[in-house]
């Protein structure tokens, strides 16, 4: 099996609370956890060196974090009703807890190194900054929670992206790992994926320019992909919509991406 694509891991945490993904390796700078959480269930964790954005993809929680408490956060039953969502960004060394306030709650747990002590903060829905990208079969819409103009983060970027059938997205096929400003940064990133409906599935590829790295993975459901080098583009066949939350993270805090020069001509046609 690839060592990029991950499935589910359905492991209950405690009464309430399960685990359903779990990445670190092979990456250095990005860590990502999904836990579901049903009503009155609750996930802590003491934080050392990492910052974390807890992003609520559906139902409600409760977050809290030494006096700061969000009390019922979260905005949508299903990912794909298409609107922002609440998130809480939280520094490196602190203590905080998630508690489920609905019947069931999906949440995201994004993780970095924490270069700076920077204040609790909740990222409402309304913060979230919302555009479409690309034209053609090229079209998606994006959340962006912690884009690389926000301060709220030391080290986290965190986009969600839509997709609808027929299209593809990350694409034409860029990458960003070389440390090379202003023209490409370097960034590690995972994808967690959801499908509506759920029986669907879509492509991604990953590759480097020497073909040292070049899988191709049918992604179905709740799975991931971690990209710790190379181009990343995803295609999703018609019939079925694509969600996928990103979680990227380097040594800079700034997105510069380089396009594969064999497909950047798509960005010239009429």
Partial sequence: MTQLLRKPLNETLTPGVKLIHDINEPLKYVGFRLIEIERGGVYEEQLTELECCVVVLTGKVTVSEGENTFAEIGTRASVFEKIPTDSVYISGGKSFSVKGSSEKACVA????????????????ASDNSIEMRGKYQNKRLVHNILPDTSEIASSLLVVEVY????????YPPHKHDQDNLPHESFLEESYYHEINPQQGFVF???????RALDETMAVEHRNA???PEGYHPVGVPDGYDSYYLNVMAGPKRIWKFHNDPDHEWILDRD
């Fill in 109 to 124: 747990l994004c993780y970095s190194q924490a270069t700076q002590d920077l204040p609790t903060t909740l990222i409402k």
């Fill in 163 to 170: 997709t609808d059938g027929g299209n593809f997205s990350s």
């Fill in 204 to 210: 991604q590829r990953v590759y480097t320019d020497d």
């Fill in 225 to 227: 992909v971690v990209v």
